[in-house]
Each structure stands twice: as structure tokens, then as C-alpha cells.
């Protein structure tokens, strides 16, 4: 299992040298590596070191949370098909955004704006999916489904009432682009801290995984359990989104893809999803720049065609 | 060797007067089998007894410990519970829902070992399940899958034995088998207590009865004491024909 983790760990760093490499202007392997070792042209070093890289490694953490908060997600409702994105936690963050920049605010601002709303939108979902005491997994989903369908209206009325000039930013936001990240370093380390943080409660999450009672019968503290995982994948979705905009079905297809292949031992599948969904989304970045160049590409559309025909697949499988 | 006490226990059942308090002194060696009708309660106190449901009132103590006051993984070392219904959201392997057995003895960073392994597949040998340790659960019948989850009792290992209906989807041999394992349990020094439907199982391999009634009046007893024809044709509204066989009596339900 460790074979897979050290795969998936070359695979990721494979997919930052292409993207680093691919571009408006190609970057051949020897002066890639030039420019690694600390040499170089001055042209490459900032073509690579102050463009490329930050983009790079923006994408790989954004992925690499949002794939994390979705398998965190899928484990505290027993159903595979939880997603930041599903269960409405981006589209909180998006009206957050959009409102910010409808009031013409600094990107600063914006991002935490965003923040706000995606915490607003856990704090909405939970809550009134707990209100009455009941806080079973499949009112937890369509409290989430229902909260998204209105964030979306919200969205819509916010566009329509937009003026035209304003339109295109809020639009690439909407879909999802890397190329609005101001700076790589909160996604990165959050990723990194967040998966350091969750391992020791791996073993935990397989418990709860075979449902509350059972996990409460082994030894786990359910409640205590259930409201961490709740606050760190909103966290780890509010820093998605905050660097990236709303990029879906990235928490959703990544854990779902690699429990298919590495079983569902979250003690392998929260460091893989957090590889493998870096690398889905620099590989899914370096499309969106390279596809039409010199026009770029919002990496959300990308991965949302990758993901809609994978979600009605899973959706068609599962009973 | 742990015991397990109730303290003027009365178990939630929602909409049910409070009924007959429990006052019982479940200890080690003995086999205890709950018998009641549908609704009777069984498994509220089942799971109250495992802490996993408050009591209306009263306590439940473990070594002279109220439950309450545990932390959940010193219970989950001490008493374990095998449940009516599982569910299984995600795919997992017969083998490795028997190593959840091991969780509430592993630290946190800890990972299972080859001590682990062993008394998981030891497990999964006694109840007869070894060889399909690597089959996902959900293509197993309910049987193998009742088997699965005593296997994982055993790896879990603890003094006390919770079974709810231990050996409902069991066919006969199976059933004997299983009855069998409880009660060399027992022998061994652990404490079993169980829900059960069949009054045969209960007179066979119970050495103590839990008479639960719908109304909340409960009593309880040694087996021999407890298992009397107008008692039980009380409990379940039914009549019943006692015969004997191989040394023990027999109730069989009348036809009409």
C-alpha cells in the first residue's frame, strides 16, 4: 500500500513538471532541469519560477484539499456521492465572492468574502440538518442539495442584476480558475497540515465508515469524531475556494475512483486523494492553458466534463 | 473478568409507561438470554446496557463503574456487541471487518500487526468464515454475514459478550455451533448476554433468563426458575405444547 502512496507521490510530481514545462512557450526537459538546479536564462527562470510554478502548485493544493474534504465528506455520510460541490459548500462561497465584487471590493476582500460563505454554507447545511436532533445521512445530502439549488438561484439573480462589464471576472470565478489564485502558500500548507492532522484519526474514520453505532460500540467517540471531520472539510473547502473559485467534482471523483483500485482504508485513501487530486487538477490547469492558446480555459470546465459523465456512472451503479 | 450491574434501570422505549425497574447482576460465567416479544424492548436494552442509548433512568455500571462516566474506548475494551443490522455503505473485505475488532486496543498511529492478523483469522476459522476472507461482505448471505460479525466480536475479544439475536439467518448446525462458542465463552470466564427468539436456544444454553413483557414488567432468574410454560405462553400470548428432549424441555407453539 505504501507502493501505491509512493506512485501516486512520483505521478504528482511527474504531472508538476509537465505543467511547468507546457505552455505559450515550450520549455525543453534539459532547460527545465537547469532551471531547477538554480541556473538557467533569466527568461525561463521567471517564465517558470514567478508564472508557471505558483499556478502550478496553486493547483495541486486546491485539487489535493478538495479532493480531501470529499472523502472526509463521503466518510461522515456514508455516501459516496458527497462533495463539497454537492452539498453546496462552493456555492456558499461563490455568492460570497460575487457579492464582494459586485460592491467592487479588493481581491482581498474576495477571497475572504469567499471564505465567509463557505462557511456559511456548512454552518446552514449542518444546521438544518441537525435542528430537530435527527442527523441522519440522507437528510444531511438533501438539506445540502436543496441549500445548493438556492445558492444557485442566488447566483443567477446576482448575474442578472450584474453590470455588463463586471460579468466576465465573476464568470471565470463561477466556473473555477487557477489563474486567480494570488498566491499558492494557503492552499499548499493547509493541504499539508490538514492530512498531517487527520491521520492519526484514520483508523476512526474505517470505524465510522460501518456506521455510527458500530464505530460508537469499537471505542469511537462519534459525536466528537463527526464534528471534526465537519469543521475540517469546510475548512479545507473554504481554502479551496478561496484560491480557485468553485471547481466541482473534483472531491467527488478523485476518493471514489481510488477506493475503486486501493479498497477503503482511509489511511491510505486521505494522503492518495490528496496526490492524486494535485495531480487531476495540474493536469486538468495544463489542458485549460494549453488547449486553445493563447486563450486559457476556466479548469473548472474541464473537470466538470470529467466529472458530470463519472457522477451519472456512479450514480447509475449504485443500486 | 468484568461484571456487568443495572441499577434501578429503566430502558427509553419511546411512548411505554416506565414499567418494572432492572435491578440485575450479570457476571462472569453466566449466559444470559432476553426473551420477549416483537417490541418488547430487547434491543433498546441491549444498546443501553452497551451505553449506546441513554436509560430513562438509573444506571448501568461496569465493574461497579457507571457507564456514563467512560470513555468509550475503555468500554469498547471491556464489553463488546454484536448488532441485528449492519450496514455497509462502502465495499470491505470479510477479513478486514474482522480486524475491526482491533480497533479499541490500538493507539491512534498504531496500525494492525501480525498479532492482529492472527486473531482475526483465528476468529474467522471458528466460525467456519476463514476461507472467504477476501470476499467483499455484500456478495456473502445473511448467514456468512451473521458469522462475520461474531468473528469480529471474538477479535475484538472483550469480557463481555452483547449479541443481539446471535443466531438469526444461521441454519441449524450453525446455530448449534455458535451456542456452542458462547457458552465455552462463558466456561473460559467472560460474561454472554444475548437477545434471543427461539425458546429452545434459551432453555438449551442459557444459564439465566430476562423475561421482557410489552407493558415494561420484566423478571429475571436462572434459566430453570424463568422458563415456565404459563409464564412464556403469558410473554408471547401464545400456547404452548413442553415436551423433553435430550435432557432439556422443548416448547413448541400450538397451532391455533
Redesign the interface.
Known sequence: MTRALLSLGLLALASVALALALGSVTVSPADLWQVIQGEGSTLHRTLLLDLRLPRTLAAFGTGGLLAVAGALMQVLL???LADPYVLGLSGGAAVGALLAMLMGMGTLIISGSAFAGAMLATVLVFGLAHGTGSWTPSRLLLTGVVVAAGWGAVITLMLAITPSYKLPGMLYWLMGDVSYARSPWPAVVVLAVAVVLI???A??L??L???P??A???????RPLEWTIYVLASLLTATAVTTAGSIGFVGLIVPHML?LIL???Q?IILPASALAGGTLLVLADTLARTMIAPEQLPVGVITALLGVPTFLYLLHRSR | MSTLNTRDLVINVPGRPDGFALNMSIEPGQVWGVLGPNGAGKTTLL?TL???LPARSGQVQLNSAPLTAL???????QL??V?QE????????VL??AL??R??W?S??D?EQGEDQRRAEQALTTLDVNHLSDRLLNTLSGGERQRVAIATLMT?NPDILLLDEPTNHLDLHHQVKVMNLLRDQAGAGKTVFMCLHDLNLAARWCTHVLLLYTNGDACWGPAKNMLEPAALERLYNQKLITVEADGAPVFVPVSF
Do not use: Y
Open positions: 456514508r455516501n459516496p491521520m492519526p484519526l483508523r476512526n474505517n470505524v465508515a460501518r456506521g453505532m458500530q460508537a460500540a469499537l471505542g469511537v467517540s462519534v477506493r479498497g477503503n482504508d489511511r | 444498546h452497551a451505553g449506546l470513555k468509550r474506548r475503555v468500554i469498547a475494551q463488546g456487541l448488532f449492519r450496514q455497509d455503505s462502502f465495499p470491505a473485505t478486514e471487518t475491526i475488532g480497533h479499541p490500538l491512534p498511529w496500525s475484538q
